[in-house]
């Protein structure tokens, strides 16, 4: 083999070792742009899984900022609404109250609700002796029925006639008055108790509101004042509708006396509408 045939068998070889050595290198370019790739393609799905978690994570503080301003905003108008109800409740009760003062202005029906109310507390004592209290204004009107009382009484309940003490001591307080606006009033009725005190049964006209105002508090409640008090409070009630409650308040601070009236005597009244 000469020298030309050497030179171009090196030549051969060198090309071919080129030429592999250029696949190689493609090779490899290809293999790193693909991992080049996935890598990248890793990264930014972790970068944009990073963003919407943070995302979420903002998205559920707003929600819950949102709703616990909402139970906020809900409370207050709850609080209100009852402060709005508690008001009117007063109101009423207040109304009631007054109105009970004519009552002791009639003196003939007043002397004969006195009977009634004198006979009703003997039933609920059974006791044979007694102790009265009154208002000192309605001392003469007491003393004047306490004998048909005590007949009455002994007749439905089929014992003897008890012995009734009237209290000329101790009073029940007077009606208010200008100059006793604020202090303790009650506007008619009597007191009975036992000899011992141990028993205490308070037929007051005050008290008989009371007893008739807690019977009939959730009825007025829930029929007559939520509603109305919801529309107040979110401003949805149109002025008509306000004219027409108000003239059905009244309606119900009447009936509201009637119905203390009548628990006193234990009457019987049609429900309150």
Do not use: W
């Amino acid at each position: 083999m000469n020298d030309a045939d050497v030179s171009k068998q090196i030549q051969q070889m060198v090309r071919f070792i080129r030429q592999e050595a250029e696949e190689k290198a493609n090779e490899i370019l290809v293999s790193a742009e693909e991992e080049f790739n996935i890598e990248k393609l890793q990264l930014v799905e972790a970068e944009k899984k990073k963003i919407r978690q943070e995302y979420e994570r903002k998205e559920k503080q707003v929600q819950v900022r949102k709703k616990i301003e909402y139970s906020m905003q809900l409370n207050a108008s709850r609080i209100k609404v009852l402060q709005a109800q508690d008001d009117m409740v007063n109101s009423m009760k207040d109304g009631a109250g007054k109105e009970l003062l004519n009552v002791s202005q009639n003196h003939h029906h007043y002397k004969d609700l006195l009977k009634d109310l004198i006979v009703q507390s003997l039933l609920r004592l059974k006791e044979p002796a007694v102790l009265l209290r009154c208002r000192k204004d309605d001392h003469h009107l007491v003393e004047s029925v306490l004998s048909s009382a005590k007949d009455e009484y002994a007749e439905k309940a089929k014992v003897f006639p008890p012995e009734i003490i009237v209290d000329h001591t101790v009073y029940l307080p007077p009606p208010p008055s200008k100059h006793n606006d604020h202090g303790l009033f009650c506007s008619g009725g009597v007191v009975l108790a036992s000899r011992d005190g141990k028993i205490v049964f308070e037929n007051s006209l005050d008290a008989r509101l009371d007893v008739a105002f807690r019977k009939k508090l959730p009825e007025i409640v829930f029929e007559n004042f939520l509603d109305a008090c919801l529309d107040i409070v979110f401003c949805k009630t149109l002025p008509e509708e306000v004219i027409s409650y108000r003239k059905k308040s009244s309606e119900i601070v009447f009936k509201m006396k009637l119905a203390a009236l009548a628990f006193a005597c234990d009457l019987e009244l049609p429900p309150l509408n």
